[in-house]
Every structure is written in C-alpha cells, then in structure tokens.
C-alpha cells in the first residue's frame, strides 16, 4: 500500500472513531428560571413576549390618559379591554400568551383593570344565564351588572426577515394603540422592536 | 483464462444486483397505491411500516405524513408533522462532516435526506392550505380570522424562502439579461462545441410564481388587497420572466395572474389609470369578459387540482473500469430491464453523459477513427493523459481493472401518464383548468442540473471504497489475489446505491381554475382525462356559497389504477396466512 493511501485510510478510520464516541450523547434536562432566557433560534419566545408586553405596558401608563381619567373619576380606575392584536409575522405566536402578559403587567401596576371580551365574556355570559335557572337565589350573579369598559387596546405584531446563505436578521415589531371608547380619540400608540441575528455554519461535525 | 471466467461473473454479478435494486419508491409503492386509490388513512399505516421517524429519511416521514395527513383531512396533524419537516429543513443547513465520511465509505443514502429546495417551499404551501382549510371550517368569525391569519403567516414564510433563493441564485430577469451579454453567448457555442446542449441557468429554480400566487388568494380571503395585488402581480410578472417556461405553464395562467391582479386594484381604489393601461396590455377577450363577470356576481369557486404523483427516481447502473493501454477510464451503462426501461436508461446516459461534442468527436476520430466514434456511443470514456501516473501511484488501476467496479446515479424516466384535458362544469357549464405549476418539470430539472455531480461524486466513492479495499487485503496477504480481489468487488457493489429519495406524495401538476359566481347551492364536477389507458376520471361535489364567500375546491386526481395495482392492494390487504404449528401438522 502506498504511503499516502495508508494516511488516507488512518485518518478515515480516526474520524470515524472520533464521530462513534461524539456521537455517544444522552438526553440531558436540567430546570432553569423562566426569567433566564434560553434561546435555541431566532424565532419568537417566551422572553420576547414578556420583555415587549412589560416594556409596552410601562410606556402606556406613562402617557397622561390615566392620570387624566384618576382625575375626572376620582377613586376609580380605568377598565380596559384587549381587543383584536393580529399576528401579521411569519412566525405562529401564542397571541393569547402575550395578551395575557400585556393584562398581568397592568394588573401589577395597578393604575388600570381589565374586563373580559371576545368568547371568554360570552363564556361568562353563558354561565350567568345558567346561574338563573340552576343556581340558588341568593348565590345567582344578576345579569346586566358588567363593568363597561372605557378603553380599548388592539394592535398587530409584524416581522421582517432578511437572510443570505446561512446568515439571517429577524426583526420583531410590535404596534399597540389605545382608543377611548367614548371620545374614539386615540391616547396611546406605542412600538417596541426587537431584533435577533441567528448565524449557522456550513459545516460541522 | 480463470481471470476471463472471472470478469463475467463479475459483471454478472453487477447485473444480477442492479436489477435487484429497490429505490425509495419502490419501497413506499403500497402507500402511494393506497393515496391513488383514494384511501389516504391505509396509505399512511402502509407508509409508517416502512419509513420510521428517527431513521435517515426522517424529513420524507414528516412530509409524505404530512401530505396524507392533508389528504384525509385532519388538517392540524397535517401541519403538527410539516412543521417538524420544516424544522428538520433548517437543521440541516449545516452539513455534517463525519456523515460525508460515512457516505464516502458506503452510498449516499445513508445520509439524512435534507429535501430539494422546492420541497421545502411545498412545506409552506401544504400548511397554508391547511390553515385556509381550517378556517373555512370553523364557525366564529374571530376564529375564521385568525385561521387565515395563521394561513398569511405561511405565505411571509414562504415568501422569505423565496426572496432568499433570489438572493443567492439570482432572479429570472438576472438570467434573461445575462442571456443578451456576448460574453454568454460566447461561452454558449463552446458548450454546444462540447456536446453541453443543455442551458442550465434555464433550469435553475430561483422563484416560485405559483406560490405567490397562492399568497394572493390567501391575502384576498382576508381582504387585505394591497398584500394581495402585490403577490398577484409578483406571480404574473415571474411566469412572464421565465417560470412560466422553466414548467411549460402556459400564456393562459399568466392572463388569469393579471386579471387577479387588475381586480385587487379595482377593490383597493386609486388604479384607475393602471387599470385602463393592464386591462388592454395583459388580458386577452376572454379574460375582459371574465373581469365583467365578477362586477355581477357575489361570490367565487376557486378550484386548485393537484393531479397525480411527482416522478419517481429510478437507478442507472453503470460498470467503470481502465484500459491501461489507452489510459483511459470508461463508464459502460447496463441497460438492463425490460425495452423500455432499458430505452430510458439509454436515452438518460445519452442527454446527461454520453460525449456527443463535435470537440470529442474529433478527438475519438483521431485517436482510433470511425470504430473509436461509435464505441463512444455507448460508452463514456475519460482520457486520463498525464494523470494516468497519478492513478498508478495510488493503485487505482489494480482496484478498476479486470471486471471493473459497479456505479449507481439516479434518473428520472419521462413521465408517461399524464392528463390532457381537465374540465370543470358548474351547473351543467364547461370551464376549462389552466396549468399553473408543475412539480414534476422542477424535480425534472434539478435531477438535471444535479446529474453530473451524482455520477462525479458516485466514481469518486467507489473508487476511493475498492482502491482502499483491495489495497488493504493485498497488504495483509502480502501479494495480489486476483480471486480475493473479485470478491471484494463483489463485496463493494453490494454497497452502491443511488439516492432515489424525493417527496414522493407531492402533485406531478396543479391546474387552477376560478369562476365568479353567484351565491347558493352549486353543483360541481371536476372532469380529468389521463392518457395510456387511464382513462376519464370523474369528481361530483355540491357547493353553498355565502355572499362575498371565495369557495377553495382543492381537488387530488389520480389515473385510475391499473389492474396490476389493484391486485397488488388485495394482496396487501389479505390477512397474513398463519402457519400450521407443528401440533396441527401432526393432527392433519
């Protein structure tokens, strides 16, 4: 055998050796805090929802409009309703999961409260009409008692993508605006963006 | 004379195991015979017998799944198992070194199947219309919304892929303006001059205008006409840069393109002048009188008729070997099979191998006259020249001569049963379909463009495999043995294999066509005529459409079965016959 045909061989049968034991991997699964964030891809996570809906909720309670509505409604506080906020991205995000982020950092500032709308109020509503015919008297929660909501936050959440081989940049933008329901004046548009940047090797082992 | 004896029973042996050979379709062909048969629930039990979801072929799992998933209409696990295959897709972005390894040492099908490019855009497109497909069944409007919303998610995703693909291989107006440089026309005879007839930059996959076309619908189903008329007007533009070429679509999809894109304009307002302009510049009568059809009607039909099964690869075996007296290397294909497979090996080695250049030509001529011009016919030959003393060095010759060494590449066979004449009668009206993509041509073409580097990279590993073998065994025994060095090419050709993986589910074709219509109960019948005996086949649905409602019929059509498919499908069904236990035998 030729030297150099014996270096070939040597060195196949190293690589291949190297590969076998590399290869001798097993599942491992460990906790981490749901505050850490663990990103695997580019795409939309846990964190993103929780970073924008604190970062946006923050900036809308920044604005005057419910310091305004404190003073004209003195001791009460602002109702507010989700209404639609359309996923307009390339990625299939948990809608709801950030609605309810955007309802958890309102909550725990406590300058604003939230009603029910869309199917879970009509949920509601159902089960207060089956409250008049199966529940005790004085236990049955009477109907046309609802809290009216005085604002409406909707909005849209957009992506852009640029790539080339295996280099890609996602931007995330998310757009938010509050309407007062009674004037239909618009006292809050927000954005936030956010921006990832996923590299990937042509090749590996 | 033992060596004589020797080389034909080598070749014999190649012979013998080529013809033995099983490809992926093979091996799947009682799915595919189920999905024709119109039984997508069996076909998937048939196809998850053979193709397991951690294997190599993973990513065919999720995708064939996937498509009969679709087909049976659970729309949700279609796209539970799509959007694995798409993920898969990614991850295999980066190619593993130690898996090339191991495919150099073997055959490239024990590499995972990482999909062809257009595959991975039919991911999208499969999920999209399961999304479309789920919100036309749902009953809130909330929930319809955001179905269709999930639908539009699918549509940027592909339209990312898309302008990515764009990005890196260039658009079909690039290829068009690079056709008019003299440089490339140039360079073009001399690629005649070598026999390479074939214009690849023509064949090569940059965009997909029926994609698009489809994100218009979907942008249109959600009333966002801005979105829609700009994918309308990216789809009529790309088949008239040169998609509609690339798949043999005709004149009549770019025109319907158009008048989608005229009507998305007149929906959004402020066109006026462009409509004026398009409406005499794109569209033909017909089209004119269709465009008034739809200001009096109040609803649509869309029918979308994926017909039949994209081609299935099949493999070309070929014996290489030396003459050492003419320093050349020479690649003989077995033509073996019945007439027309073997017509269609020939007819394959021919258009992407044989040397049919005047350059060559020449060349054989005066190295060995008229005799040397026809041996070339059906053989290739590579005159090695000043690296036959590189080939001696490394022993190859020793390892490719006497009987030579077996070879395999994939090939695709001309498509056979195709339908010609598909009609559509809404109410006792004819309507023709037009053709608006074809899967087929663009597997067609990537096989193609992929055919040189599959037999480069096939004579690159068998050599390396028998040149390593015999080498080794002549080292430990510690001379040559002609008899040790028959069997280990035996040994070797057991291990050629060509990769004949695609997604085989997939339509050969979509042909689409769109009535405006008026609201309430319709009855439809989806007409298709097969060629080769297949026959007409027949589909009846019954429609109610809701004012402003656009219907999508997404209707599979298949030939109807031969009737040696359909003893197969009896055979597969029959109960296994129990063996009589040694107590029963004794008893009868």
């Given at each position: 055998?030729?030297?150099?045909?014996?270096k070939?061989?040597?060195?196949?049968?190293?690589?291949?050796?190297?590969?076998?034991?590399?290869?001798?991997?097993?599942?491992?699964?460990?906790?981490?805090?749901?505050n850490?964030?663990?990103?695997?891809?580019d795409?939309?996570?846990?964190?993103?929802?929780?970073?924008?809906?604190?970062?946006?909720?923050s900036?809308?309670?920044?604005?005057?409009?419910?310091?305004?509505?404190?003073?004209?409604?003195?001791?009460?506080?602002?109702?507010?309703?989700?209404?639609?906020?359309?996923?307009?991205?390339?990625?299939?995000?948990?809608?709801?999961?950030?609605?309810?982020?955007?309802?958890?950092?309102?909550?725990?500032?406590?300058?604003a409260?939230?009603?029910?709308?869309?199917?879970?109020?009509?949920?509601?509503?159902g089960?207060?009409r089956?409250?008049e015919?199966?529940?005790?008297?004085?236990t049955?929660?009477?109907?046309g008692?609802?809290?009216?909501?005085?604002?409406?936050?909707?909005?849209?959440?957009?992506?852009?993508?640029d790539?080339?081989?295996?280099?890609?940049?996602?931007?995330?933008?998310?757009?938010?605006?509050?309407?007062?329901?009674l004037?239909?004046?618009?006292?809050?548009?927000?954005?936030?963006?956010?921006?990832?940047?996923?590299?990937?090797?042509?090749f590996?082992? | 004379?033992?060596?004589?004896?020797?080389?034909?029973?080598?070749?014999?042996?190649?012979?013998v195991?080529?013809?033995?050979?099983?490809?992926?379709?093979?091996?799947?062909?009682?799915?595919?015979?189920?999905?024709?048969?119109?039984?997508?629930?069996?076909?998937?039990?048939?196809?998850?017998?053979?193709?397991?979801?951690?294997?190599?072929?993973?990513l065919?799992?999720?995708?064939?799944?996937g498509?009969?998933?679709?087909l049976?209409?659970?729309?949700?696990?279609?796209?539970?198992l799509?959007?694995?295959?798409?993920?898969?897709?990614?991850?295999?972005?980066?190619?593993?070194?130690s898996e090339?390894?191991?495919?150099?040492?073997?055959?490239?099908?024990?590499?995972?199947?990482?999909?062809q490019?257009?595959?991975?855009?039919y991911?999208?497109?499969?999920?999209?219309?399961?999304?479309?497909?789920?919100?036309?069944?749902?009953?809130?409007?909330?929930?319809?919304?955001?179905?269709?919303?999930?639908a539009?998610?699918?549509?940027?995703?592909?339209?990312?892929?898309?302008?990515?693909?764009?990005?890196?291989r260039?658009s079909?107006?690039?290829?068009?303006?690079?056709?008019?440089?003299?440089?490339?026309?140039?360079l073009?005879?001399?690629?005649?001059?070598?026999?390479?007839?074939?214009?690849?930059?023509?064949?090569?996959?940059r965009?997909?205008?029926?994609?698009?076309?489809?994100?218009g619908?979907?942008?249109?189903?959600?009333?966002?006409?801005?979105d829609?008329?700009?994918?309308?007007?990216?789809?009529?533009?790309?088949?008239?840069?040169?998609?509609?070429?690339?798949?043999?679509?005709?004149?009549?999809m770019?025109?319907?393109?158009?008048?989608?894109?005229?009507?998305?304009?007149d929906?959004?307002?402020g066109?006026?002048?462009?409509?004026?302009?398009?409406?005499?510049?794109?569209?033909?009568?017909d089209?004119?009188?269709?465009?008034?059809?739809y200001?009096?009607?109040?609803?649509?039909?869309?029918?979308?008729?994926?017909?039949?099964?994209?081609?299935?690869?099949?493999?070309?075996?070929?014996?290489?070997y030396?003459?050492?007296?003419r320093?050349?290397?020479?690649?003989?294909?077995?033509?073996?099979?019945?007439?027309q497979?073997?017509?269609?090996?020939?007819?394959?080695?021919w258009?992407?191998y044989?040397?049919?250049?005047?350059?060559?030509?020449?060349e054989?001529?005066?190295?060995?006259?008229?005799?040397?011009?026809v041996?070339?016919?059906?053989?290739?030959?590579?005159?090695?020249g000043?690296?036959?003393?590189?080939v001696e060095?490394?022993?190859?010759?020793?390892?490719?001569?006497?009987?030579g060494?077996?070879v395999?590449?994939p090939?695709?066979?001309?498509?056979r049963?195709?339908?010609?004449?598909?009609?559509?009668?809404?109410d006792g009206?004819?309507?023709?379909?037009?053709?608006?993509?074809?899967?087929?041509?663009?597997?067609?073409?990537?096989?193609?463009?992929?055919?040189?580097?599959?037999?480069?990279?096939?004579?690159a590993?068998?050599?390396?495999?028998?040149?390593?073998?015999?080498?080794s065994?002549?080292?430990?025994?510690?001379?040559?043995?002609?008899?040790?060095?028959?069997?280990?090419?035996?040994?070797?050709?057991?291990?050629?294999?060509?990769?004949?993986r695609?997604?085989?589910?997939?339509?050969?074709e979509?042909?689409?066509?769109?009535?405006?219509?008026?609201?309430?109960?319709?009855?439809?019948?989806?007409?298709?005529q097969?060629?080769?005996?297949?026959?007409w086949?027949?589909q009846?649905?019954?429609?109610?459409?809701e004012?402003?409602?656009?219907?999508?019929?997404?209707?599979?059509?298949?030939?109807?079965?031969s009737?040696?498919?359909?003893?197969e499908?009896?055979?597969?069904?029959?109960?296994?016959?129990?063996?009589?236990?040694?107590?029963?035998?004794?008893?009868?």
């Amino acid at each position: 055998m030729t030297n150099a045909l014996k270096k070939t061989a040597l060195s196949l049968m190293t690589v291949a050796a190297l590969t076998a034991v590399a290869g001798c991997q097993t599942t491992k699964v460990s906790r981490v805090d749901t505050n850490t964030e663990v990103a695997l891809t580019d795409r939309w996570n846990a964190t993103d929802s929780r970073l924008v809906s604190e970062e946006m909720i923050s900036d809308m309670l920044s604005f005057p409009w419910a310091a305004d509505y404190e003073r004209q409604n003195p001791g009460k506080r602002p109702t507010v309703i989700i209404q639609r906020i359309r996923n307009k991205s390339h990625e299939h995000i948990a809608v709801e999961t950030f609605s309810n982020d955007l309802k958890r950092a309102v909550i725990r500032s406590g300058r604003a409260d939230f009603v029910a709308g869309g199917a879970e109020r009509d949920d509601i509503r159902g089960e207060r009409r089956d409250q008049e015919f199966n529940a005790r008297t004085d236990t049955q929660v009477a109907m046309g008692e609802e809290t009216g909501a005085r604002f409406a936050l909707s909005g849209s959440i957009n992506s852009f993508v640029d790539s080339l081989d295996g280099d890609r940049v996602t931007s995330y933008q998310v757009d938010l605006k509050l309407i007062d329901m009674l004037t239909n004046r618009e006292v809050w548009n927000g954005t936030k963006k956010i921006q990832k940047f996923q590299e990937k090797s042509s090749f590996g082992f | 004379m033992y060596r004589l004896m020797y080389r034909h029973v080598i070749l014999l042996f190649f012979v013998v195991f080529a013809s033995g050979c099983a490809t992926y379709g093979n091996d799947i062909q009682t799915a595919l015979t189920y999905t024709q048969s119109g039984q997508p629930d069996k076909a998937a039990q048939a196809f998850e017998k053979v193709i397991k979801a951690d294997g190599s072929d993973r990513l065919l799992y999720y995708m064939e799944l996937g498509v009969l998933k679709h087909l049976n209409g659970q729309y949700q696990e279609s796209n539970r198992l799509l959007e694995q295959a798409e993920r898969l897709v990614e991850e295999f972005y980066t190619q593993s070194i130690s898996e090339a390894l191991l495919v150099a040492m073997s055959n490239p099908t024990v590499a995972d199947y990482k999909g062809q490019v257009f595959e991975d855009v039919y991911i999208n497109y499969y999920k999209a219309l399961n999304y479309l497909f789920l919100a036309e069944q749902a009953t809130g409007r909330i929930e319809r919304s955001d179905l269709l919303d999930s639908a539009l998610v699918e549509a940027r995703r592909l339209d990312n892929k898309l302008t990515k693909l764009k990005n890196e291989r260039g658009s079909y107006q690039d290829a068009e303006d690079k056709k008019e440089q003299t440089f490339t026309q140039i360079l073009s005879l001399f690629e005649k001059l070598l026999g390479n007839y074939i214009d690849e930059d023509a064949l090569i996959f940059r965009e997909n205008a029926y994609s698009h076309y489809l994100s218009g619908l979907l942008y249109e189903q959600q009333k966002e006409w801005d979105d829609a008329r700009i994918a309308y007007q990216k789809a009529a533009e790309l088949y008239e840069q040169g998609y509609a070429k690339q798949v043999g679509v005709g004149d009549d999809m770019i025109g319907q393109a158009w008048l989608d894109t005229i009507r998305m304009m007149d929906k959004a307002g402020g066109w006026d002048s462009s409509i004026r302009k398009l409406k005499w510049e794109k569209l033909d009568d017909d089209l004119r009188d269709k465009l008034r059809d739809y200001r009096n009607s109040d609803a649509e039909l869309v029918v979308l008729n994926h017909l039949d099964f994209v081609p299935q690869k099949k493999e070309l075996d070929f014996v290489m070997y030396v003459e050492p007296a003419r320093k050349e290397m020479v690649l003989t294909p077995l033509l073996i099979g019945n007439a027309q497979e073997s017509g269609d090996k020939y007819a394959w080695f021919w258009m992407m191998y044989a040397d049919k250049g005047i350059l060559d030509v020449v060349e054989r001529y005066s190295n060995g006259g008229l005799d040397n011009v026809v041996r070339t016919i059906i053989n290739k030959r590579v005159v090695l020249g000043p690296a036959w003393d590189l080939v001696e060095d490394l022993n190859i010759d020793s390892a490719l001569r006497d009987g030579g060494v077996r070879v395999s590449v994939p090939y695709y066979p001309p498509a056979r049963t195709i339908s010609n004449k598909n009609t559509l009668t809404v109410d006792g009206f004819d309507y023709s379909l037009v053709k608006a993509e074809s899967l087929a041509r663009l597997a067609l073409n990537e096989q193609i463009l992929r055919a040189r580097t599959d037999l480069y990279e096939a004579l690159a590993r068998e050599t390396l495999k028998n040149t390593l073998l015999v080498e080794s065994a002549n080292s430990v025994l510690g001379e040559e043995n002609a008899l040790l060095n028959y069997g280990l090419k035996a040994l070797t050709a057991t291990t050629a294999r060509a990769d004949t993986r695609t997604w085989l589910t997939l339509p050969a074709e979509v042909h689409v066509a769109r009535i405006p219509m008026v609201s309430g109960e319709h009855t439809l019948t989806l007409t298709n005529q097969f060629t080769k005996g297949a026959g007409w086949v027949t589909q009846h649905k019954t429609i109610q459409l809701e004012p402003g409602q656009i219907q999508v019929w997404r209707q599979r059509s298949f030939p109807k079965l031969s009737h040696t498919a359909h003893q197969e499908l009896l055979k597969a069904e029959a109960p296994a016959k129990e063996k009589p236990s040694i107590f029963g035998k004794l008893l009868n």
